[in-house]
């Protein structure tokens, strides 16, 4: 019996020794105590590596019970080398914190890692060309503009945002000049903000809780589906880290303006928590004194939860936003007064709730689901008009993917909904309409070697009204030295037609007839771009340049006709418009010296006909110029200038060429920081050299808005970080 009983005692020790067990790692960087996707993780015997997915999250799993070395790198980052003890305490994941190098001022944004390609990577290791505002950047623009993000997008090369309502500040965005309906906009993957709800997006995003910005300019249809003709814009929100994170915001403007925000963050074990609040208020603002707001009254109110779970094999979050507003621009003495004159109302609703569950399958394999739905509530009136709708999108996708050493798969499936209702309020037809649209896709980022990689993808679309869409896509990367990379890439697109165009909202859908679903068709679009960037050091300076150049042909686009017995239609137009041109920016850095310059050249024409004509409101010239002083932790110094040329506008007319000027200052301590900015201190207006509306004050016809009403306006405020 003795026999027996220590034969099994010897038994379970060696199955014991014998046990395989996980070990999960969470990279993060040690500045901020942020996710850091892209790290590598190696085990040095048995050797074995994997790299870090979205959420900073590495496992290894099949581990014997003992001391591992493990080396943890990633680029622009000091490696570190750590022993490791499994199985850990508790079976609670260790987290390590990398430092950034002591000089990397070369490789600065080579470190990014960006999302909006699906396949988590470092922008040095990816054939997309993708911008990234993030950082000290981020910060910097925000501070400009606290209560939305329309300045940090106007203020990049290549974009502009353009104001489709003179006295309620609606605006779009506009990538290498296409309208601001072919631009899709993305909050950490998820599509939120497009048909009703797009012209008024840029205004109702507020940026403290963003940790950064992608931008894919070109047909990105393949990533997300319909509606990147132009590109897309990835909002890429902050997550819970180790260390809590508790910041304010308070700004106020010479034009009397008011917002006051406020983030929380921070992780609990297993669980943890983000909660993003705000209020955004304006009085009436008439700089001109034409008695027309160039800014309107309005109060906003916002409110974003987020709560985060963290398994041994899975991860999800869960979040929902709301977003309240009331928006009245027009006659100040109606505002004021409530006495007479045009008004233009706004006043929104929206809702969105959001969900997204990581699971690991495997070593290098995770299967992700995320799922979204958004209800967006808008009331539009004037005085002779009222525009009532309900906009409900939803948002699901399933996806697998896989990270090996050298090639990256994502596969997976999504459904995209879209139900506009109108409300009645004459006799005429309503604009209703639903689509469903159902995509598979799949895409691989290969590294053929050091010097080359690849990335290629396809998709198919069925859209219930307008029939199935192929979209193929193609990018490549080549390493010719370590100062030298270029990238070149294209892609197909397309955007089914919906009645939300500038040119709709410019005449706040007044006598427009619905879309024809049997006489029209998807737009579709094919188009590539071509970067070369360059990058060096010339003794204490440090020089990058980066140089691309794009074209877009957009064939079938949706066009206004009419009116036709005072009524507008939007067809399908038989022929094409195309965009061609280069981006060219310049960085220069010296000591606490940063200069920026960046040169845009865009030559939009539309071909409706036998001849060729200018796309309105497209500038073919823009230069921008930013001089910044930087002593880190301490002081920051801007001077900006921005050149516009001259546009064509709709009315056949064209306007004149401006320039805009900004400077701004903060002053950082360890807790908190004073920041000031006087924007368009020499206050370009269109209202100076131009006019805004032709008729009377009460019933205006108003012309397109090219440059600021606003003018000069200084605002001012102070951050705490607690």
């Given at each position: 019996m003795k026999k027996i009983s220590f034969l099994l005692v010897a038994v379970l020790c060696a199955f014991a020794a014998n046990a395989q067990h996980i070990l999960t790692l969470y990279v993060k960087k040690a500045e901020d105590k942020q996710p850091l996707p892209g790290a590598t993780v190696t085990i040095a015997s048995p050797a074995r590596s994997s790299a870090s997915d979205s959420l900073g999250m590495v496992r290894f799993e099949n581990l014997a019970a003992g001391s591992y070395a493990i080396t943890i790198?990633?680029?622009?980052?000091?490696?570190?080398?750590i022993t490791?003890?499994?199985?850990?305490?508790?079976?609670?994941?260790?987290?390590?914190?990398?430092?950034?190098?002591?000089?990397?001022?070369?490789?600065?944004?080579?470190?990014?890692?960006?999302?909006?390609?699906?396949?988590?990577?470092?922008?040095?290791?990816?054939?997309?060309?993708?911008?990234?505002i993030s950082g000290e950047?981020?910060?910097?623009?925000?501070?400009?503009?606290?209560?939305?993000?329309?300045?940090?997008?106007?203020?990049?090369?290549?974009?502009?945002?353009q104001q489709t309502s003179a006295t309620s500040y609606n605006a779009g965005i506009r990538i290498q000049g296409l309208e601001g309906r072919y631009t899709q906009i993305l909050r950490d993957g998820y599509p939120l903000y497009s048909g009703y709800a797009g012209s008024l997006s840029l205004l109702q995003i507020a940026p403290l809780d963003l940790q950064q910005v992608e931008v894919i300019k070109g047909a990105a249809s393949t990533l997300y589906g319909g509606g990147a003709i132009g590109g897309l814009v990835n909002l890429v929100s902050k997550t819970p880290a180790s260390r809590r994170e508790l910041s304010f915001l308070a700004n106020g403007t010479s034009a009397g303006g008011l917002d006051l925000s406020g983030f929380y963050s921070q992780r609990y074990g297993k669980a943890g928590i983000t909660l993003f609040a705000s209020r955004n208020s304006s009085l009436p603002y008439d700089p001109a004194d034409i008695g027309l707001t160039a800014i309107p009254k309005f109060s906003r109110y916002t409110i974003n939860p987020r709560l985060f779970l963290y398994g041994r094999n899975t991860t999800a979050d869960f979040g929902i936003s709301y977003i309240t507003e009331d928006r009245t621009g027009g006659s100040m003495d109606y505002i004021k007064n409530e006495g007479g004159g045009f008004y233009e109302i706004n006043n929104t609703d929206r809702v969105s709730l959001q969900m997204g569950i990581v699971h690991h399958t495997g070593e290098h394999s995770t299967l992700q689901l995320k799922s979204t739905y958004s209800r967006f509530d808008r009331l539009l009136e004037i005085p002779t008009y009222v525009f009532d709708a309900l906009q409900q999108s939803s948002f699901s996708e399933l996806t697998w993917n896989r990270n090996g050493e050298r090639s990256d798969w994502i596969i997976g499936a999504n459904l995209i909904t879209e139900d506009f209702r109108e409300r009645e309020q004459t006799t005429e037809p309503k604009r209703d309409y639903y689509y469903n649209t159902l995509g598979v896709f799949v895409q691989n980022a290969w590294t053929i070697s050091e010097r080359v990689v690849l990335e290629t993808g396809l998709r198919g679309d069925y859209v219930n009204a307008y029939g199935f869409e192929l979209l193929p896509r193609v990018s490549a990367m080549f390493r010719i030295s370590p100062a030298l990379t270029t990238r070149i890439g294209g892609g197909y697109g397309y955007k089914?037609?919906?009645?939300?165009?500038?040119?709709?909202?410019?005449?706040?859908?007044?006598?427009?007839?619905?879309?024809?679903?049997?006489?029209?068709?998807?737009?579709?679009?094919?188009?590539?771009n071509w970067d070369i960037n360059y990058k060096t050091r010339i003794g204490e300076v440090g020089l990058s340049i980066n140089n691309l150049f794009f074209y877009t042909r957009l064939n079938n686009p949706l066009v206004l006709l009419g009116p036709n017995a005072g009524k507008y239609q939007l067809q399908n137009s038989s022929g094409y418009l195309d965009t061609r041109g280069m981006e060219t920016n310049l960085r220069l850095t010296y000591g606490h010296l940063k200069l920026f310059v960046g040169y845009t050249y865009t030559d939009a024409q539309t071909h409706y006909t036998s001849t060729s004509e200018w796309l309105p409101l497209t500038a073919k010239h823009r230069l921008n110029n930013v001089l910044m002083y930087e002593i880190e932790d301490k002081l920051k110094l801007g001077l900006e200038a921005y050149y516009f040329s001259q546009q064509k506008l709709n009315d056949g007319t064209y306007g004149k060429p401006y320039w805009i000027t900004g400077f701004m200052a903060e002053k950082l301590w360890e807790s908190f920081s004073l920041f000031v900015n006087f924007e368009n201190f020499t206050d370009t207006r269109q209202s100076k050299f131009d006019t805004i509306y032709t008729g009377t004050i009460d019933n205006p016809v108003f012309r397109d808005i090219y440059a600021p009403v606003d003018g000069f306006v200084v605002n001012g405020g102070i951050k705490l970080r607690l």
């Open positions: 790198s990633h680029v622009g980052l000091v490696e570190q080398n490791i003890s499994v199985p850990l305490k508790g079976d609670t994941p260790a987290e390590v914190f990398l430092e950034e190098e002591e000089d990397h001022e070369e490789e600065e944004g080579e470190d990014v890692v960006i999302t909006a390609t699906r396949i988590s990577r470092t922008i040095a290791n990816t054939p997309t060309r993708t911008e990234v950047e981020l910060t910097e623009k925000g501070n400009m503009k606290p209560g939305d993000i329309r300045m940090l997008l106007n203020e990049s090369t290549g974009i502009q945002t089914s037609p919906t009645i939300f165009t500038e040119e709709t909202e410019r005449m706040q859908f007044q006598n427009l007839l619905p879309i024809d679903i049997y006489n029209t068709r998807n737009e579709r679009s094919r188009g590539g």
